[in-house]
């Protein structure tokens, strides 16, 4: 059983018989009462958010989550298909559940997978892939002088993310799949 200072952002547990992640929490100390933690759930299986809040001395239950190594095949436009590395199975998952995940997706990708039940719910892909640019507009003379040092490029994932000025069509740079953010060029 986890207590109100176990509930973290990232935290897994079981709310109505199903896994829910926290994504939003708010401690907030009452007066004289004793202190309570509002939070952000969201469930892995539907991808619905629920508000929730919790009293000092209640307890949410741990969700009994499994874990285990896919890798990512393709995707269409409702559902992700994975293969589970060790079954060969093949598996979908909603795209409303993978969120902007699945812009950083190319084939054979490698992601955790998380079972409830024996059910795959929900992917964790990594915190950095590499991508490679496939459309850059070229950078024009004195574009850093308006303070603007960076343009959108597009990512052979289809995916559109800001980066410096000097990146090329071509170029494979690194993206952070958390914030959806240019780290650095790939030297070649």
């Known amino acids: 059983m986890l207590n109100i200072s176990d509930l973290k952002i990232g935290t897994y547990l079981e709310h109505n018989s199903e896994p829910y992640v926290v994504i939003w929490t708010q401690h907030v100390q009452m007066g004289r009462g004793g202190a309570i933690l509002r939070t952000k759930i969201k469930n892995l ?49 909603s795209n409303e559940i993978l969120g902007e ?20 719910v929900s992917v964790e892909i990594p915190i950095k892939v590499e991508l490679t640019v496939t459309s850059a507009p070229p950078a024009v003379r004195g574009d850093s002088a308006q303070g603007s ?18 990146i090329k069509t071509g170029d494979i740079i690194k993206v952070n799949t958390e914030k959806g953010e240019y780290v650095e060029r790939v030297a070649k």
Not at 50 to 77: C, H, I, M, N, V
Not at 153 to 160: D, P, R, Y
């Open 101 to 120: 995940k699945i812009h950083f997706l190319k084939e054979g990708i490698s992601v955790n997978v998380l079972y409830f039940n024996g059910n795959p």
């Open 45 to 93: 299986i539907t991808g619905a958010v629920l508000e929730r809040t919790f009293k000092g001395a209640e307890k949410a239950k741990q969700a009994d989550l499994s874990r285990g190594k896919a890798d990512f095949l393709y995707k269409d436009p409702t559902t992700v298909y994975f293969m589970d590395t060790s079954s060969y199975e093949q598996f979908g998952i």
């Open 149 to 166: 040092v960076t343009k959108e490029v597009e990512l052979e994932t289809g995916a559109k993310i800001q980066a410096p000025i000097f």
